[in-house]
């Protein structure tokens, strides 16, 4: 079955830590991967996906087939990385999202 | 360009009503999908509208219906409200489904 956890519900770090969001899938084939950020009171936006390999606002994630991962990392987190992180897998056109992972980036 | 826009933003509903909720896409998409998010889990899918014509459903059963329109736009119905439909319904666009999808700020509907 096609699936995507998240096993954190909270991940509470402090600012300039290291942050790193656990995601792990299930699926048959090439996956495609992407991560979701939702800021408080914002919509559902992209954060990133792993088929352009960009670093956004700092956070990158390695696809590892071998560990079917794919973590998202930041070096250094900032206040304003607080916010609701979901890791989604795109299957034939529809998003399979995890259940998502709070980050509270502590001052 | 507003983006993904929903409405309405929120909505009350009692057992058994029916409910329309409605989606226009960003400008330059016409592809249109619909997800449900309870409290506390990741979106749901639901199903995807293409041409006018639902292309992929999810595991929801035949009371969630749906159309879109030439202008792309779509709606998305529920019949039969059960208290377990009380979630934020989010639609999502994109360019023939293969792109990037861009969510709208959802609807949260409570079925009381």
């Known amino acids: 079955a096609q699936r995507v956890t998240q096993p954190e519900k909270l991940l509470s770090v402090f600012k300039g830590a290291p942050v790193e969001l656990k995601c792990n899938y299930s699926y048959s084939g090439s996956p495609e991967l992407f991560w979701y950020v939702q800021y408080s009171r914002q919509r559902l936006q992209l954060l990133l996906r792993?088929?352009s390999r960009e670093s956004i606002k700092g956070f990158t994630a390695d696809l590892n087939k071998g560990e079917t991962s794919f973590h998202l990392k930041k070096p250094f987190a900032q206040e304003e990385d607080s916010a609701m992180y979901y890791c989604?897998?795109?299957?034939?056109?529809?998003?399979?999202f995890g259940s998502g992972t709070r980050l509270l980036v502590r001052p | 360009d507003a983006g993904v826009t929903q409405s309405p933003t929120h909505l009350i509903k009692t057992r058994g009503q029916q409910v329309t909720l409605r989606c226009s896409p960003k400008?330059?998409?016409?592809?249109v999908s619909w997800y449900q998010q309870a409290l506390g889990q990741g979106p749901q899918f639901i199903f995807q509208y293409y041409e006018e014509e639902e292309r992929q459903r999810g595991n929801f059963p035949d009371r969630f219906s749906g159309h879109q329109f030439p202008n792309y736009s779509s709606e998305l119905n529920v019949n039969a409200l059960l208290l377990g439909d009380s979630a934020l319904y989010l639609c999502?666009?994109?360019?023939?489904?293969?792109?990037?999808?861009?969510f709208g700020p959802g609807t949260r509907l409570l079925v009381l």
């Open positions: 400008s330059g998409h016409d592809t």
């Open positions: 999502a666009s994109s360019y023939r489904g293969k792109e990037t999808q861009y």
């Open positions: 792993h088929i």
């Open positions: 989604a897998l795109d299957s034939s056109y529809k998003l399979i």
